[in-house]
């Protein structure tokens, strides 16, 4: 490869870094970020089930309110029917 080739090599990777550069510094004013550490999928997968299950967890805890006051005012509605007669 000849002195000017590699020149002009070098000056159409330098264009496209710098392009690179454009793009990165872009998503970053939208607000995006990269990550210093990879995160591996498994450890993705392992977040998204936890947050499935304390979610799934939330909503057997409602759950269980809603029956035990269900269960309260039945047996109100009972002990007061009951002192009625």
């Given at each position: 490869m000849s002195q000017e080739?590699?020149?002009?090599?070098?000056?159409?990777?330098?264009?496209?870094?710098?392009?690179?550069?454009?793009?990165?510094?872009?998503?970053?004013?939208?607000?995006?970020?990269?990550?210093?550490?990879?995160v591996k999928r498994s450890k993705l997968q392992r977040r998204l089930q936890q947050r499935q299950v304390k979610s799934?967890?939330?909503?057997l805890r409602e759950a269980e309110l809603e029956m035990e006051e269900a269960i309260c005012k039945q047996e109100q509605g009972e002990i007061l029917g009951e002192g009625e007669d």
């Open positions: 080739e590699c020149h002009n090599e070098i000056v159409e990777l330098k264009e496209q870094l710098d392009a690179l550069r454009r793009i990165l510094e872009e998503s970053q004013r939208q607000g995006w970020t990269l990550r210093k550490k990879v799934l967890v939330e909503e």
